[in-house]
Each structure stands twice: as structure tokens, then as C-alpha cells.
């Protein structure tokens, strides 16, 4: 988590942010559900995936 919010730093990504980004790359999946907007659109996972956050994805 450290080495991500290093990555992140100018964002900045917080704890809870790197958890999930983590948690996508141990489970090989980029659909999430945050509230915060703002930062997951620059977060990828597996250092490529861009994630699709499922609360902000257009209904």
C-alpha cells in the first residue's frame, strides 16, 4: 500500500483508496463502488486496467 500512495502521491491516494486498488489486483477486477470520483478515473490496477466505478458508471 505504501509503494501505491508513493505512485499516487500527487493525487494523493489515502488508505482506503490504496486497499481497493489492491484488493482489484488480488482478485483480477476493476469494477468498484466509491463515492470518490475524482481520483479512480487516474488509478489503475495491475499498473494498466482502468477501474469502472459501478456508483458513478452512467445507468
Known amino acids: 500500500m505504501t509503494e501505491l ?12 483508496d490504496a486497499s481497493l486498488v489492491l484488493l482489484a ?13 475524482s481520483d479512480f478515473h487516474a488509478y489503475r490496477w495491475k499498473s494498466q486496467h ?8 452512467p445507468s
Open 50 to 57: 482502468p477501474f469502472s466505478n459501478l456508483l458513478l458508471a
Open 5 to 16: 500512495m508513493r505512485q499516487y502521491a500527487d493525487l494523493p491516494m489515502d488508505l482506503a
Open 25 to 37: 489486483e488480488e482478485l483480477g477486477e476493476g469494477r468498484i463502488v466509491s463515492t470518490d470520483g
